[in-house]
């Protein structure tokens, strides 16, 4: 695997209430499907080329599932159609589950497939300087890192822009307790993400996995140049979050991460679906990063 460290990643995030995908109704035939990208059996790919004279922008499609489900085949259809009407090509990845493979597994697969696509470039007809990513729960939590941490190229990691959908963009339990209450302790993606199999005390961690949460941690690596960012929640729940599943996606983590950003002097939009005020879509936000000179 080609990971190696450089420069800086731009990104923009959203994301939904659950960190799931919506209702899904069939995607059209990709242009190339299950394409590997790596040496695991789910390090695959599908691609929709855009109709475009000139190379076009390239979004990838980062699922949810907390790193231990979900699949490329969760980009929702309404994504994929606004961003083709756009002129944009779409890729929609697999990565290791993190029961097959702790971190950094995940989040590196992620890696290696934007250094894959940017290798694919000129083969698949894009514009390796407009590449971004839209993820869910999960994946948007690695759209995250990849915004914010070094480059790992070459090929580049870097992104024009990111949409997380209800991301965590800190995985350290004790932090995570802060913000959201006790109820986020008992959700698994931590403990399974360092390959905590038996319910581990977290708050007890080993000092192997503080490194692992804190390196994978998107919030620990905004700068000031860092790409803008869009973080978007259906709305703010009650706190402390009153169940595992409601803790994990709560939007006080887009609050953390707006101050951070703005106390680092990174741009980062907070956007609530019930209270959206003069806010852009998700996917026209998406569409004017990509379509920017």
């Known amino acids: ?62 699922h949810g599932g907390g790193w231990a489900g979900g699949g490329k085949e969760d980009l929702p259809p309404m994504l994929l159609d606004a961003m083709l009407e756009a002129g944009v090509s779409v890729a929609s990845i697999n990565y290791r589950y993190s029961t097959q493979a702790i971190l950094p597994a995940p989040v590196h697969d992620a890696a290696r497939a934007v250094q894959f696509l940017r290798e694919k470039a000129a083969e698949w007809h894009l514009d390796p300087a407009r590449f971004a990513a839209y993820g869910i729960s999960a994946g948007a939590t690695t759209s995250l890192w990849l915004a914010y941490h070094d480059d790992l190229g070459p090929p580049s990691t870097r992104l024009r822009a990111v949409v997380a959908l209800s991301p965590q963009p800190s995985l350290e339990p004790r932090i995570l307790r802060q913000w959201a209450g006790d109820e986020v302790l008992k959700h698994p993606l931590m403990a399974r993400a360092v390959g905590v199999k038996t319910g581990g005390d977290v708050l007890k961690p080993k000092p192997e996995w503080v490194k692992l949460w804190r390196e994978f941690s998107a919030i620990t690596h905004v700068s000031k140049d860092d790409p803008p960012v869009m973080v978007q929640h259906p709305r703010f729940d009650p706190l402390p979050a009153p169940n595992p599943g409601s803790a994990i996606h709560h939007a006080i983590f887009g609050v953390k991460l707006k101050e951070r950003c703005d106390a680092a002097g990174a741009t980062c939009i907070l956007r609530l679906q019930d209270r959206p005020g003069d806010t852009p879509e998700p996917e026209a936000f998406l569409i004017e990063q990509l379509k920017m000179p």
């Open 1 to 62: 695997m080609k990971i190696h460290s450089v420069a800086k990643t731009a990104i923009i995030l959203i994301s939904c209430s659950a960190g799931s995908a919506p209702a899904q109704t069939a995607l059209p035939p990709a242009t190339f499907a299950k394409v590997s990208y790596g040496t695991h059996e789910r390090n695959t790919l599908d691609f929709w080329r855009a109709k475009s004279a000139k190379p076009a922008p390239l979004l990838i499609f980062i």
